[in-house]
C-alpha cells in the first residue's frame, strides 16, 4: 500500500501531496498518509470531504494516519492554498508567497547582501499579513541550513503557520541534507504548483 508521508510539512504540501496521489492513483485503491499536524490534519479533512473521498483517521501518540480511497476518476483541481489556515488568529495570511533563489539580498557587496537578507526575513515575522508559503531552491536553500543566520527566525516564521518548501534537489546539490531542520523538502511539481496558483510572487 502506498503511503504518504508528510510528517513535518506545513500546508499547502501535505495537500498538494494527497492531491497528486488521489490524481495517480487508480479508482477503487487505498493509500495512507501521514501527518503530525493538528491544522494539516483539519485541512486534509476538509480537502477530502470537498472531494466526496472516503476516508478514516487513526491516530498513534503524536501522528494521525488517514486511510484514504479513491471513489470517483476525477478530482477536483480546486487551489491547495485554500484549504491552508493557521492556528494563529492575530494574522492572517495574504495570497502571496516569498521565493528565494540566493542566501544574500540583491547585487554588490555580499556582506551586505547577506545582512539585507537576513533583516529581510527578520522583518517578515513583524507583518500584519503573512505569505502563504516560502519557497527556497538553488543558493537560497543555504538559509535553510542550522549554521544560517536566520535559522532560528524560520522555525518562527514556520510556526506562526508559514509553510517552507526547499528544492529537495538543491539541498542534495550543496550537501546539506543533514542542515536543513525545518520546512520540507520538496520537488519542483509541488514548487510550480506553489508558484502557479499564488496571485503574487515576492522575490527579494
Same mark, same amino acid.
Given at each position: ?13 501535505? =495537500?498538494?501531496?494527497?492531491?497528486? @496521489?488521489? +490524481?495517480? $492513483?487508480?479508482?477503487?485503491? %487505498? ?5 503530525? #499536524? ?24 503524536? =501522528?494521525?494516519?488517514?486511510?484514504? @480511497?479513491? +471513489?470517483? $476518476?476525477?478530482?477536483?483541481? %480546486? ?5 491552508? #489556515? ?92 543533514e542542515k536543513i531542520k525545518t ?10 504548483q506553489v508558484m502557479a496558483s ?7
Amino acid at each position: 500500500m502506498r503511503i504518504v508521508d508528510t510528517k513535518g510539512q506545513q500546508c499547502p504540501a501535505p =495537500i498538494i501531496a494527497t492531491k497528486r @496521489t488521489l +490524481k495517480e $492513483a487508480k479508482k477503487g485503491e %487505498t493509500f495512507l498518509v501521514l501527518t503530525d #499536524n493538528r491544522t494539516s490534519l483539519n485541512n486534509l479533512i476538509r480537502f477530502l470531504k470537498d472531494n466526496k473521498t472516503e476516508f478514516s483517521v487513526e491516530e498513534a501518540g503524536d =501522528i494521525w494516519t488517514l486511510r484514504i @480511497t479513491k +471513489k470517483t $476518476a476525477e478530482v477536483q483541481q %480546486t487551489e491547495a492554498e485554500k484549504y491552508c #489556515n493557521t492556528d494563529i488568529p492575530h494574522f492572517t495570511q495574504g495570497n502571496f508567497i516569498i521565493v528565494f533563489s540566493s542566501d544574500k539580498m540583491g547585487e554588490g557587496d555580499e556582506e551586505l547582501g547577506h545582512l539585507l537578507m537576513t533583516n529581510f526575513i527578520k522583518a517578515i515575522k513583524d507583518l500584519e499579513s503573512l505569505p502563504k508559503t516560502m519557497v527556497f531552491y538553488n543558493n537560497g536553500v543555504k538559509l535553510g541550513s542550522v549554521d544560517s543566520t536566520v535559522s532560528e527566525h524560520l522555525k518562527e516564521i514556520e510556526k506562526m503557520g508559514v509553510g517552507l518548501l526547499f528544492c529537495a534537489t538543491c539541498v542534495k546539490y550543496y550537501s546539506i541534507e543533514e542542515k536543513i531542520k525545518t520546512g520540507s523538502l520538496s520537488n519542483m511539481y509541488e514548487i510550480a504548483q506553489v508558484m502557479a496558483s499564488a496571485a503574487h510572487i515576492i522575490k527579494p
